[in-house]
Each structure stands twice: as structure tokens, then as C-alpha cells.
């Protein structure tokens, strides 16, 4: 079955600069991939998703960055804000018609 | 409904006694999930649902776990004789169906055993 690694498992930013998250899966038919934000005690959210036929996807200051190749694949958060403090999630998903399988998640804080 | 509902949101139950949580997936979606999210770690994979079959239960932890559906509407995941190790964040997502791989989750029932 599908598993995902994350890295780092926290980070700490100060506000402006810009933090990556990186992802690996093993199976490499997963085709979907995308990030969860969840902020404390609440829900997890999707923020961005990327799927298997296209490199990088854009939202504003958040990007992601696939590598099929080496299956991995990245968050990116540009000039980053207090509000992004939050635990990120990476997801994917295996043989089609299957959960997501998640990674452990990232402890973002970013200070002012 | 608006979105996914779960019920209740927290839960205190003595070791020994079973528990169920509800969800409540959203209006039209026809596959749900159940995940586990320990204090501080990630989600874990239980179990999901297409309309009222479930095709993969590879990720309940025991036997004591157990899930149903009725339809393509509310599920209830069963928890027999809790242990202390099954304290944890239970969440809940519907998405349209198995395919379509835009999650929206509950609010989760927190679940702690004493």
C-alpha cells in the first residue's frame, strides 16, 4: 500500500521569509496529491492539490511542485504571514478508488 | 447537509465500555472516511465507504473496531471495550465519491478514555 513521508516534522519562520515542506510516496501509481492545513483544534482544510499530468500548481503565495520521477512532491508558502502558523499535511493517494494516506504533518510557526 | 457533522464532539467513557460516533457526510457525497488523529500525530487511515460498502477495512486497528453505513447517508464507527490507547481525535470526511478526491471533513469527536 501507499506511504508517505514529511519533512521536517517542524519549522519555525520569521514572518516574510518562505518555508517548504517536502513529501515522498512509494507507490508510484498515485496520481493525486494534495495539502491539508489544519489549525489547532480545528478541522484540516484543503489548501492546494496537484495532480499526476501537470509539475506545479499556484494559489496566490502557496505552490506545489511534483516530481514523479523521484516521487516527491513540495509545499511551498512565499512571504509568509502569522496566520499560516499551522500543522500541514501532505496526502496521496494509491491505487485509485482508495483514502488518502496522510503524512505525519509539519508544525509551521511563523513569528513577527 | 452544509457539511460534515459528527457526533458527539467530545466523548469521556470509562475503560471497558463501547462507544459509537456518528457522522453525518455531506448532501449527495457518496464515499465517506474515518480517520484517527493521536495528540500531536497525523491522520490515520480506518476506513471508508463507498455509498454502503466498504471495500477496504485494512486499516482498523482490532476487532473491537468496527464501521457501518446505512445508504449513502450517516455512518457510526463502533468502539468495543476501549482502552485507554484509543483516546484520540476521530474525523470524519465525505467526498462526492470514491474518485473525486476533494475531502471536507468533520469537526471530529474527541474521544477519551479514562
Known amino acids: 500500500g501507499e506511504n508517505v513521508e514529511q519533512h521536517p516534522s517542524t519549522l519555525s519562520v520569521q514572518e516574510g521569509d518562505s518555508a517548504v515542506i517536502k513529501c515522498t510516496y512509494s507507490?508510484?501509481?498515485?496520481?493525486?496529491f494534495p495539502w491539508y492545513k489544519q489549525e489547532l483544534g480545528k478541522r484540516p482544510q484543503l489548501i492546494i492539490d496537484i495532480r499526476s499530468n501537470v509539475g506545479e500548481k499556484k494559489d496566490q503565495r502557496i505552490a506545489v511542485t511534483l516530481n514523479k520521477t523521484a516521487k516527491h512532491f513540495s509545499l511551498h508558502i512565499t512571504e509568509t504571514q502569522p496566520e499560516d502558523s499551522a500543522v500541514y499535511f501532505c496526502?496521496?493517494?494509491?491505487?485509485?478508488?482508495?483514502?488518502?494516506?496522510f503524512g505525519k504533518g509539519t508544525t509551521l510557526s511563523v513569528s513577527s | 447537509g452544509a457539511g460534515v457533522s459528527q457526533s458527539p464532539s467530545n466523548k469521556v467513557t470509562e475503560k471497558g465500555k463501547d462507544v459509537e460516533l456518528r457522522c453525518d457526510p455531506i448532501s449527495g457525497h457518496t464515499a465517506l472516511y474515518w480517520y484517527r488523529q493521536r495528540l500531536g500525530q497525523g491522520l490515520e487511515f480506518l476506513i471508508y465507504f463507498q455509498g454502503n460498502s466498504a471495500p477496504d477495512k485494512s486499516g482498523l486497528p482490532s476487532d473491537r473496531f468496527s464501521a457501518e453505513r446505512t445508504g449513502e447517508s450517516v455512518s457510526t464507527l463502533t468502539i468495543q471495550r476501549t482502552q485507554q490507547e484509543d483516546s484520540a481525535v476521530y474525523l470524519c470526511a465525505s467526498s462526492l465519491d470514491i474518485h473525486t478526491y476533494g475531502y471536507t471533513f468533520g469537526s471530529g469527536t474527541r474521544l477519551t478514555v479514562v
Open positions: 507507490d508510484s501509481a498515485s496520481n493525486y
Open positions: 496526502a496521496a493517494i494509491g491505487q485509485a478508488g482508495t483514502a488518502l494516506i
